[in-house]
């Protein structure tokens, strides 16, 4: 079944059905300002932090309620509903409407009893607060006269916890006042005699208003209650009903912003409207709402500001395959995904409550990979601000701070950081994501100075990015378990798989054999002869123990407890076949050609399902370890047997390295969400966006997808198609072009910018073969094999490769 489509042309998914098996959002702002709107108007905002700066009240695992919500009443009958389909839920077959979500705004038209109105949600280009811009248009015969009420509920405490549950200190301490065009809600509004710069208890007085602009504010509401009336809900609001609100603020409640305008509409005149929040002073509140005066001048000057600026981003990697679904991932939607979880790492979603109040070490480090085609310099920059989380002995903050101070940050060695963040130890592999981070920065920009440019640490002393990473191997180096292969430390990867201090995870020591290899070619740049022969006997040490006690008959295993226990070996009669031991075997370089036939051939046979690869098998039951926290969860869910998405990413970049492009491509199409536009009532989430797991077979609700938005998925499905199949392979001197394709692709074109040049690439693939170079064209001249040198690139780059 389908709710919506893809608009190619605009960028944008049109839901066509507002009725959608769960709420389908959109993500609009930056990391100074976010905001959460779902194709309903519901949703949440937040200045900086979605634990700390909530503005607009959400209450989650429910309803979808409350939201940015618009009524319009006509005047003649008392007739009312919604610029959205919800609240008021009018009757399918009267309401008819859209909802379009854009790169950064969101759009939502409908038409009822001959009134079409549209409103278009977005927070400006580089400011901090929101707009809910609506326009309303008389299409019938007659004179209209509209009521128009957008009610925005704020939280009563910036921290979300203290609004939804410490009522009996929340609901005390704040105040709304009308101040002539907005509501504006006073956090400790009784400390406003305090001396300026005092605090009492750590608290000051937090100001947020919700305004309006184009029309005069006829009547209003601070107050909950006073708008939706007792034992009323948000379908059916006292204040919306009698078409007119009660002018009362808030004291010792609940706090709203409502306002209500009239607008009399001739027949085919439309007119525009503003309405405004964000977490503003009074004075300057005043101001935002001065310059929207005219908001039909502003908005669409706005909108398009934000449209040029995301499309330009994601115009630097395009491409035009056999595949739509492949086309609209990769050049919109999981780019765009990229950059939303780059922006906000696991802090806000609608499963995300906002309470992590920090980037976590690895999920940031490897969000970092998706964008670094798109946007190197806002990379770069990250890749800055993580390495300066990195502790002076080599391991990474598990949690990094909103707050981060490099060179004066507390470390899980101290008590104080254990307390305030709740995370006791170093992680084996945070640490070992940056090398394939920095690796892939430096080679898709030739950017080598980076190598050499010093960053402190978290907590003291400073180090050339090329120090780090030595310290990084240091601290893996420091602590290893009993067979030789790096400590399980408190978790790798999975945060479900506990093998103890003194276990070994196969997959972290997969990493650390890539961390090896990558750091060998800094070393060679470098002339570090010495540093580079130490790497080269201690990889060649490591992928020797891991081939003793991680191979297994026919595959690798998960890893060893720390009493010696072996995890993921095939007699075990649960959780005896692993995903991520195998992928990582083929992209760590440490598998045979042999081994990596037969563990991906493996993968596919036991593993594979319509809806990609699940992340282990047998599910946890009865046989569980002690550390198997995956047991926890109901079979064929999350770890426990679940479709976990972000291992699908690595599986298409496996089958790609090996040459196997209808294998890599099958697992792309398994688990996109485009792929599934036609089976929305079965996957759930948004068709635009990846989810952290996918319900697995041993699961009764087998298909369905979980936690959406913000999720590693993006990151490493990006890398694993532009890297993997479409064979985009950058180093530090120029560009492999080696992609792995399905056979019936006979052609493909790739438009990339890289290193200040602009390729257009033309892949021909006349033999129907799913890898392999015949010939390698560059401005018409024949290279050797399929790698093209910096020196051959010019401002306009002609590639033609011909498959063979």
């Known amino acids: 079944m389908r709710y919506g489509y893809f608009d190619e042309e605009n960028k944008e998914y049109v839901i066509t059905r507002p009725d ?63 610029a959205s389909w919800q609240p008021v839920g009018k009757d399918l077959k009267e309401y008819k409407c859209e909802c379009r979500h854009g790169t950064a705004y969101t759009k939502m038209k409908a038409q009822y009893s001959g009134i079409t109105s549209e409103v278009r949600y977005y927070v400006p280009l580089g400011r901090s607060y929101e707009v809910w811009n609506l326009s309303v248009k008389n299409d019938s015969d007659r004179e209209r006269e509209l009521t128009i009420t957008g009610y925005a509920e704020f939280t009563n405490h910036s921290n979300y916890e203290q609004d939804q549950v410490n009522l009996q200190y929340s609901q005390f301490i704040t105040r709304t006042v009308f101040r002539g065009d907005r509501v504006q809600q006073l956090i400790h ?19 947020r208003f919700f305004g309006l602009a184009g029309a005069e504010v006829k009547s209003w509401s601070g107050e909950k209650e006073g708008f939706l009336g007792r034992y009323h809900g948000y ?49 300057e509140a005043a101001k935002i709402l001065a310059d929207y005066k005219d908001p039909a001048a502003v908005c669409e000057k706005e909108i398009k500001e934000l449209i040029c600026h995301w499309h330009e981003k994601i115009s630097h990697f395009q491409i035009k395959t056999p595949s739509q679904e492949f086309d609209t991932m990769i050049n919109t939607w999981n780019a765009y995904n990229c950059f939303m979880t780059f922006i906000w790492s696991r802090a806000a979603s609608f499963t995300y409550c906002g309470l992590r109040n920090g980037y976590g070490y690895r999920d940031t480090v490897q969000d970092i990979q998706g964008v670094i085609h798109l946007a190197p310099e806002m990379a770069k920059e990250k890749i800055r601000f993580m390495l300066s989380a990195q502790v002076d002995n080599g391991g990474g903050l598990p ?111 997969m990493q650390f054999y890539y961390a ?21 006997e201690k990889q060649k040490e490591l992928g020797a123990l891991i081939q003793k006690y991680c191979w297994n008959e026919d595959r690798f295993i998960r890893g060893y407890t720390e009493t010696g226990e072996m995890i993921g070996r095939r007699s075990d009669p649960e959780a005896n076949m692993w995903l991520n031991p195998q992928s990582w075997a083929v992209i760590s370089g440490l ?96 068709p635009y966006c990846y989810g952290q797991f996918t319900e697995g077979k041993a699961s009764p609700n087998f298909g369905e997808s979980h936690v959406h938005w913000l999720t590693g998925t993006a990151s ?21 072009v080696s992609p792995s394709v399905p056979k019936s692709w006979e052609s493909f074109e790739i438009e990339k910018d890289f290193r200040g040049c602009h390729l257009q690439i ?25 790698y093209i040198p910096q020196q051959e690139l010019t401002a306009q780059t002609t590639v033609e490769l011909f498959m063979s």
């Open 399 to 509: 949690l990094v701070k909103f707050t981060h101070n490099p060179g004066h940050e507390d470390t899980p060695d101290d008590v104080s950081y254990v307390q305030e963040t709740g995370h006791p130890e170093y992680r084996a592999d945070d640490a070992l994501w940056l090398f394939p981070t920095v690796y892939k920065y430096i080679a898709e920009t030739g950017d080598l100075k980076f190598i050499d440019e010093v960053i402190p640490y978290a907590n003291k002393g400073t180090a050339t990015v090329y120090e780090h990473l030595k310290q990084a191997i240091t601290f893996s180096m420091n602590h290893l378990g009993k067979h030789g292969m790096p400590a399980g430390l408190y978790a790798d990867w999975n945060d479900c798989l506990r093998l103890g201090k003194d276990g070994e995870s196969a997959f972290v020591a």
């Open 516 to 536: 090896m290899r990558i750091l060998k070619e800094f070393a060679q740049y470098k002339e570090d002869s010495v540093y580079q022969s130490y790497l080269e």
């Open 762 to 786: 033309k892949v021909s693939n006349p033999g129907h073969v799913q890898s392999g170079c015949r010939e390698l064209l560059v401005n018409g001249k024949k290279m050797e094999g399929n």
């Open 235 to 283: 379908d059916r609001p006292t204040g919306v009903e009698s078409g007119v609100l009660e002018n009362k603020g808030n004291y010792n409640g609940n706090g709203c912003g409502a306002l209500s305008t009239v607008l009399t509409l001739q027949p085919g005149e439309a007119k525009e409207i503003a309405f405004v929040a964000g977490m503003k002073k009074d004075a």
């Open 716 to 736: 490493t499905v990006m890398v694993g198609c532009v890297e993997g199949i479409l064979g985009m392979r950058p180093d530090f001197y120029g560009i492999h």
């Open 189 to 207: 509004a009784n400390l406003d005699q305090i001396e300026e710069g005092k605090e009492v208890d750590h608290k000051i007085v937090s100001s």
């Open 591 to 686: 598998a045979s050609k042999d081994q990596t036939n037969q563990i991906l051939d493996l993968v596919y046979e036991r593993l594979n399902t319509e809806y990609g690869a699940i992340l282990m098998d047998p599910p946890y039951h009865a046989h569980a370890f002690d550390g198997a926290l995956a047991v926890i969860y109901n079979a064929g869910s999350k770890e426990n047997a679940g479709i976990f998405s972000q291992s699908q990413g690595w599986l298409i970049l496996a089958e790609a390295l090996r040459g196997n492009g209808e294998k890599a491509f099958t697992y792309f199409m398994e688990n996109a969400p485009a792929a599934q536009n036609d089976r929305a009532e079965i996957r759930k989430l948004e």
């Open 20 to 82: 959608t098996p769960a709420p389908w959002v959109n993500y609009l702002g930056s990391p100074e300002y976010g905001a959460i709107v779902s194709n309903n108007a519901g949703g949440y905002s937040f200045a900086k932090s979605g634990a700390n700066g909530r503005i607009l009240r959400y209450v989650f695992n429910q309803f979808d309620q409350p939201g940015r919500y618009i009524y319009l009443r006509d005047n003649e009958n008392a007739d009312y509903w919604s």
